[in-house]
């Protein structure tokens, strides 16, 4: 079992920025791909990007194309999702989720290809 930290959200205007964190509780993210969600109220789960075990592949999901961006750093074992530009359709809990196994380029794209996730981030964007 994983433990997954997310860290950063909080409130910010249209237009701000904010920088997402996840952290494990073994240290362990670089055996794991890895993949930020969000839910806003009344909506389903959806894909907001997504990186490879060997972090040289990512995704992003349309609606953040161009302004939120997902990286890793193996040193301190731990994934970003740095957010531009903000939106207030930005706005929702976000979750970090990792994934065992796998080819090391592979980018995982759905909520049933994670095993492991956290317990979310609110990010409220004002208008």
């Known amino acids: 079992q994983v433990l997954l930290v997310e860290s950063g959200g909080g409130l910010v205007q249209a237009g701000g920025s904010l920088r997402l964190s996840c952290a494990a509780s073994?240290?362990?993210?670089?055996?794991?791909?890895m993949g930020w969600f969000r839910q806003a109220p009344g909506k389903e789960r959806e894909i907001v990007a997504a990186?490879?075990?060997?972090?040289?592949?990512?995704y992003s999901a349309d609606s953040v194309k161009g302004r939120f961006t997902i990286s890793r750093d193996r040193a301190t074992e731990t994934v970003y999702l740095q957010m531009n530009s903000l939106k207030p359709a930005d706005t929702a809990v976000y979750y970090c989720?990792?994934?065992?196994?796998?080819?090391?380029?592979?980018?995982?794209?759905?909520?049933?290809?994670?095993?492991?996730w956290g317990r979310g981030t609110q990010v409220t964007v004002s208008s």
């Open positions: 989720a990792a994934g065992v196994g796998g080819y090391s380029t592979y980018v995982r794209t759905q909520g049933s290809e994670y095993d492991f």
């Open positions: 073994e240290r362990t993210l670089s055996l794991y791909a």
């Open positions: 990186i490879s075990m060997s972090g040289d592949r990512t």
